[in-house]
């Protein structure tokens, strides 16, 4: 089955200020990646790399890993960025141990899933320490639940009281969100701190 993600060019792709490095929502995670320190990430849907160039400025360490279910994708990120990993997976089966990352990383994936508790566990199940989700539509202030199938894509709004219930009970150490008070229509950042 053709998707959506195999029409899309890497090198055009997320290349705007409004949706590609300068965006504040990027912004955010560089400034978290730099003060937690993160040592090791894993970013499931990393797409073109906009963000393996933001944590490996931030932190030219960091032992950086992508993965996304689109070929060309890969082919790009390896193409052109030779110091991070970068390889084909399904956030459903991710092909790494348990407690593998010290941060697993996962922006704009969620909406696009059917079931994103099923990816939200294995996103959990590989993370050591700290998970940080985004949901690019948020979750909003009340019960908000919408689903659009575009044929070879959907997007889904989802409730914020059943997203928040299920990652509560991932029983955090801390969790977090970004920010303070959302909108339906605005991006939610979620960081999660493991016991």
Not at 16 to 26: A, H, L, M, Q
Not at 78 to 100: E, M, V
Not at 155 to 176: F, H
Request: glycine share 6%.
């Amino acid at each position: 089955m053709t998707t959506y993600w195999d029409h899309v060019d890497p090198d055009e792709f997320l290349q705007t200020d409004e949706e590609g490095y300068n965006k504040s929502i990027r912004k955010l995670f560089r400034d978290l990646v730099g003060h937690l320190q993160i040592q090791t990430i894993l970013e499931v849907g990393c797409g073109p790399g906009v963000d393996y160039v933001g944590a490996s400025q931030t932190r030219p360490s960091i032992d950086y890993t992508g993965v996304d279910i689109t070929p060309q994708m890969i082919e790009h990120c390896q193409r052109l960025y030779p110091h991070g990993k970068f390889q084909l997976a399904d956030i459903y089966s991710l092909p790494f141990a348990d407690n593998t990352f010290e941060l697993v990383y996962c922006k704009d994936v969620l909406n696009h899933l059917d079931t994103w508790e099923k990816g939200f566990e294995e996103l959990h199940r590989v993370s050591q320490k700290y998970i940080l989700v985004n949901f690019f539509y948020g979750l909003g202030a009340t019960t908000v639940k919408e689903k659009q199938d575009h044929g070879t894509h959907i997007n889904n709004w989802y409730d914020w009281n059943e997203v928040m219930t299920t990652l509560v009970a991932s029983r955090p150490l801390s969790l977090v969100v970004f920010p303070r008070v959302c909108n339906s229509y605005e991006e939610t950042l979620i960081l999660l701190q493991k016991v």
